[in-house]
C-alpha cells in the first residue's frame, strides 16, 4: 500500500507540471565515452549525477547515493556505507567496473570491496553511470556497466571558488559523523583535502530462535572513515598535472555477511589507499595524458572470537595507463592508449599470487547530420586467462526531442583472487564452505541494447532501454562433492564445498525506463524528480543452481524527488526491490520477496554560513535483507549542523 501510494504522489507531480520558465536538462560532455560526446553523441544509456545533488538527499554514504540512480542495485550487507555490492543489468557483483577519475578501483581479492571507495561526498563533482558493456574502452569487468566518479581537482571548473565546509551530527545507536573539507582555487594551483567520520555503537538485533536454541544478540556497529588530499596546478603551454591520496578505514560487526553459520560471530577491518597522478597535454586538435595509480588494500577478517579463524589478506594494484586523443576535423576524432597493471595478494587462506595485464585499445567517434556513430575495439593480455579481444559499436539517431540509439558488444571479466583461491591454504577444509578454483577461464559475454531519450519539454525527459545478454563461461561458486574436485585444498571425504567454476551458458534480458525532470519554478524555488524501474530476468540453460549467477533483483524501483525553496531544502527517496525468496533455517531468517524503504532529509539555511539538517533512514521501520542472513538497520534518525565559506 505505501508503495502505490508513492507512486501515485510522484505521478500527481508530474501532471501538476506547468509551461513556466524551465531549464534545460544537462548536455555537458560525458568523459566515460573515452572520446568526450554530449549525451546524446554516446548511442548509451548514460546518467549524470551531479555532486551539488547528491549532496542534498538523504545519504550517508556513497553507496547509499548510488542506490538513488536508476538502474543500480546495491546489496548493502550493512547500513551507512559498510559494505554493498553493486549490479546492474542483472550483472554479477563482480561485473560492474568502478573508477575513480577514470582509474580502475576494482579489488584484486574480491568484488565485495569495490564499494569501498576513498572518496568523501564533499570533493565529487559528478558521477557518471554507463549501463551496458564497456570492456572495449576499458578492459575486464566492465559487463553490466561502469561507474565513473569525478572529483573536483580532475574535473576543474572556471566557477570554483576556494571553500570552507563543516559539518558535524548526532543520530540514533550512538552514532557521530562528521565531515569537513577546504578548497584553494589560485590562478594556476588548486589544493584540496577533506573528512569523512561516521561511526556508531549500532542497532541491537535481537537472536532468533533455532532448533538448537536461541541464537544470541548482537550489534551492527560500524566505524567507517575516510579522506583524501589533492592538487591540480596548470602549466604553461597547455600542461596540467593532477595528484590525488585517498584512504578508507573500515572497522564492522559482519555478522552473517558471507555464511550462514550458527557459528558465525565475524567482525571485518578492512583498508584501502589509493593514489592517482596524472600528466595531460591539451591543445586545440588534440590532448595527451599519462596516469599512474597505485592501491593498497587490507583485509583482517575473524570468523569468530571463540576459536582460531582470522584470516588476513594484503593486495597491491599498479596501474600505468597512456591516451591520445586527436581531432581530425568537426565530424571524426580519434582516440588510442596502452595499459599495464601488475596485481599481487599476500594471504593465509588464499596465499601468495601475483598476476601481470596488458591491454591497448582504438576508437573513434564521426558525427554526420542527425547521426552519430563510435567503434571501440580492445586486446587484453593476462597471466590468467591470455588473449581476448573486445569490440563495440554504438550509434544514435536525433530528430528534435527524440533521440533513438543502439549498441553491441563484447565483455569479459577475469576470476578475481577470492574465486581463484579461496580456502585453498586452510587445512580440513570444513564441508559448505567456499573453495577456489585455479583454472577458472575469463568470462565472455555478447551484449545488445536499443532505446530512445525523449524530452517531452525543456526540462523533462524520459528514457527507453532493453537489453539482452549471452554469456559464457560465467563464474559462480557451485555445490560440488569432494571426490569431483581434483587438486584443490584440503578436503573432507564425502562432503560438499560451494567450488568456483564455470557456467556455460546464461541469457540475460531486461527493460529499463527512467524519467528525469529538473526545473526552475520561480526564482526562488527549483524542483527534481528522477524515477527509474529496471526488470531483468536470467536464465541458465544447465539449470544449475549457483550463488550469485540470479541474485539480483527481478523489479527494481527507485525514486529521488527534492525541492529547494528559498532557505529550505527537502528531499525523498524511495526504493522498492522484488526478488527471488531464499531461508537458511539454521538461523531462522528469510530474504523476503519484496520490501520498500523511504528516506527523508529536510535542511535549512540559517544564514549564508550556517545550516541545519534533519535526516529519517528507513521511514517506515522496514525489517529486510539484502543478504540472505544480514539484517539492516531499522528506523534511523540524524541530525546535523554545518557551516560553510565561499563556494
Known amino acids: 500500500m505505501r508503495f502505490v501510494l508513492c507512486i501515485a504522489f510522484i505521478f500527481s507531480a508530474l501532471c501538476c507540471i506547468g509551461q513556466g520558465d524551465r531549464q534545460q536538462l544537462d548536455t555537458i560532455r560525458v568523459a566515460s565515452t573515452q572520446i568526450p560526446l554530449k549525451l546524446n553523441e554516446t548511442g548509451r544509456h548514460i546518467t549524470v549525477y551531479e555532486g551539488r545533488h547528491l549532496r542534498s538527499i538523504p545519504s550517508s554514504s556513497l553507496d547509499e547515493v548510488l542506490q538513488t540512480i536508476p538502474g543500480i542495485e546495491i546489496q548493502s550487507r550493512g547500513g551507512f556505507g559498510v559494505q554493498g555490492d553493486i549490479v546492474m543489468r542483472g550483472s554479477t557483483f563482480t561485473q560492474v567496473l568502478v573508477l575513480i577519475d577514470g582509474m580502475k578501483m576494482n579489488d584484486p581479492l574480491t568484488a565485495h570491496f569495490n564499494s569501498n571507495i576513498p572518496v568523501t561526498n564533499q570533493e565529487i563533482r559528478r558521477i557518471e553511470v554507463l549501463r551496458g558493456p564497456a570492456a572495449a574502452m576499458y578492459g575486464p569487468d566492465a559487463v553490466g556497466g561502469v561507474i565513473n566518479i569525478i572529483t573536483k581537482n580532475f574535473a576543474p571548473n572556471s566557477r570554483d571558488q576556494s571553500t570552507l565546509y563543516a559539518e558535524i551530527g548526532l543520530g540514533s545507536h550512538g552514532q557521530k559523523n562528521g565531515n569537513a573539507s577546504a578548497q584553494y582555487v589560485g590562478n594556476r594551483l588548486r589544493v584540496a583535502g577533506s573528512l569523512q567520520l561516521n561511526q556508531a555503537d549500532g542497532e541491537l538485533i535481537q537472536g532468533q530462535q533455532t532448533s538448537s536454541g536461541a541464537l544470541e544478540d548482537y550489534r551492527n556497529f560500524f566505524n567507517v572513515k575516510t579522506g583524501s588530499l589533492s592538487l591540480g596546478y596548470r602549466m604553461k603551454n597547455g600542461y596540467t598535472l593532477n595528484a590525488r591520496s585517498g584512504y578508507d578505514y573500515r572497522d564492522f560487526n559482519a555478522r552473517y555477511f558471507y555464511t550462514t553459520s550458527t557459528f558465525d560471530k565475524s567482525t571485518e577491518t578492512v583498508t584501502n589507499w589509493f593514489n592517482h597522478i596524472r600528466l595531460e597535454k591539451t591543445s586545440d586538435r588534440s590532448n595527451t595524458d599519462v596516469s599512474f595509480a597505485y592501491k593498497r588494500g587490507t583485509d583482517e577478517f575473524v570468523f569468530s572470537p571463540d576459536f582460531p579463524s582470522t584470516n588476513n589478506h594484503t593486495t597491491d594494484f599498479f596501474n600505468i595507463l597512456a591516451n591520445r586523443m586527436v581531432v581530425?576535423?568537426?565530424?571524426?576524432?580519434?582516440?588510442?592508449g596502452v595499459q599495464v597493471d601488475n596485481r599481487a595478494v599476500e594471504s593465509n587462506d588464499r596465499g601468495n599470487h601475483e598476476d601481470w595485464h596488458f591491454g591497448t585499445y582504438a576508437m573513434g567517434a564521426y558525427r554526420k547530420g542527425p547521426w552519430n556513430f563510435s567503434a571501440s575495439v580492445r586486446m587484453d593480455y593476462d597471466e590468467n586467462y591470455d588473449f581476448e579481444i573486445s569490440p563495440q559499436i554504438n550509434t544514435s539517431f536525433i530528430n528534435g526531442n527524440f533521440i533513438g540509439r543502439a549498441a553491441i558488444g563484447r565483455s569479459i571479466r577475469a576470476a578475481d583472487y577470492t574465486e581463484r583461491y579461496v580456502s585453498n591454504n586452510l587445512m580440513n577444509l570444513t564441508p559448505g564452505r567456499s573453495l577456489g578454483n585455479p583454472d577458472l577461464l575469463a568470462e565472455s559475454s555478447w551484449s545488445e541494447e536499443l532505446g530512445f531519450d525523449c524530452y517531452l519539454t525543456r526540462a523533462w525527459k524520459v528514457s527507453a532501454t532493453g537489453f539482452l545478454r549471452q554469456s559464457e563461461r560465467l563464474i559462480d561458486y557451485v555445490s560440488t562433492p569432494s571426490d569431483q574436485i581434483v587438486g584443490v585444498g584440503d578436503l573432507?571425504?564425502?562432503?560438499?564445498?560451494?567450488?568456483?567454476?564455470?557456467?556455460?551458458?546464461?541469457?540475460?534480458?531486461?527493460?529499463?525506463?527512467?524519467?528525469?525532470?529538473?526545473?526552475?519554478?520561480?526564482?526562488?524555488?527549483?524542483?527534481?524528480?528522477?524515477v527509474g524501474y529496471t526488470t531483468v530476468r536470467t536464465e541458465n540453460d544447465d539449470g544449475i543452481i549457483s550463488v550469485y549467477l540470479a541474485n539480483h533483483a527481478r523489479h527494481l524501483w527507485n525514486s529521488t524527488a527534492a525541492l529547494k525553496y528559498k532557505k529550505w531544502n527537502a528531499a525523498v527517496t524511495t526504493l522498492f526491490k522484488e526478488r527471488q525468496s531464499r531461508q537458511a533455517m539454521a538461523i531462522n531468517e528469510t530474504l523476503s520477496p519484496n520490501y520498500f524503504l523511504v528516506h527523508l532529509r529536510l535542511g535549512l539555511q540559517i544564514s549564508e554560513q550556517l545550516g541545519i539538517q534533519a535526516q529519517v533512514q528507513n521511514i517506515f521501520d522496514e525489517r529486510y535483507q539484502n543478504i540472505l542472513g544480514a539484517v539492516m538497520p531499522g528506523r534511523w534518525i540524524m541530525a546535523s549542523l554545518s557551516f560553510s565559506l565561499g563556494g
Open 328 to 336: 581530425l576535423n568537426d565530424q571524426l576524432t580519434l582516440k588510442y
Open 492 to 530: 573432507q571425504e564425502d562432503a560438499a564445498y560451494f567450488f568456483a567454476q564455470n557456467i556455460s551458458s546464461v541469457q540475460t534480458r531486461g527493460l529499463e525506463l527512467t524519467s528525469d525532470i529538473r526545473m526552475r519554478l520561480n526564482d526562488a524555488a527549483e524542483f527534481s524528480l528522477l
